[in-house]
Each structure stands twice: as C-alpha cells, then as structure tokens.
C-alpha cells in the first residue's frame, strides 16, 4: 500500500490550496483517512480526518477554513484549505487506516504519505 500526496506550495496569506492523496495497492478498504501537519520546531498534529461514511473532524484552529473530503472509488482524500494564515505553515501528511489483501488474507494496517510542503506568506 502507498500513499501520494500532492498539491502543496506556496501561497499568499488568505489564499487557497487543495491538496490530494490517492492510496494504491491491493486495498480492500479505507477506514480513517487524515491530513496531519508538522511545522518546524513542533509536534505532529491532527489537521482533519474523515471515516469511510464520511464523518468529519476538525482541529479547532482550521474550523470553518479547511474541508476534508474523500473519494471511496478513488481512494482518494483531499483537503481544501482556504483563508490560509502564515501559522499554517508546515509539511502536510496523509495518513489512511488500510484494510488489504496479502498473501495470508486480510490484514490492516497505518499508513503515510510523503509530506507536501504548504508555505503561507505574510
């Protein structure tokens, strides 16, 4: 299973950027999928996720700017970020929680994408 992340740049403050991860492999199904956000100097964090019945969630500080969305056909997750702030700098990684076919069955499994730089200027 790989996931590639696309979409990032740079980007004015209060401008927009969608970014996408498509998931490949011999996938049976995607339960959770998220984008996660690290800036420099900080931890990891949980930017927005969404369920296979497409249930969202939201970290407070993106609330009302950012939209996650996902395509169960495509295997595909996005994020929609619009009214970008300067503190919403950082590397953008997917994350999916994978149910795949292996050689021994089922099995299920957390998997990353490589980060998208999002670069928000002042």
């Known amino acids: 299973v790989q996931l590639q992340a696309s979409g990032g740049g740079l980007v004015q403050a209060g401008g927009s950027l969608t970014l996408s991860c498509a998931a490949s492999?011999?996938?049976?199904?995607?339960?959770?999928m998220g984008w996660y956000r690290q800036a420099p100097g900080k931890q990891r964090e949980l930017v927005a996720a969404i369920t296979s019945g497409l249930r969202t969630d939201y970290t407070d500080s993106v609330k009302g700017r950012f939209t996650i969305s996902r395509d169960n056909a495509k295997n595909t997750v996005y994020l929609q970020m619009s009214g970008l702030k300067p503190e919403d700098t950082g590397v953008y990684y997917c994350?999916?929680?994978?149910?795949?076919?292996?050689?021994?069955?089922?099995?299920?499994?957390?998997?990353w994408g490589k980060g998208t730089q999002v670069t928000v200027s002042s």
């Open positions: 492999g011999s996938i049976s199904r995607i339960n959770v």
């Open positions: 994350n999916a929680d994978v149910v795949f076919m292996s050689g021994y069955g089922l099995r299920s499994g957390e998997y």
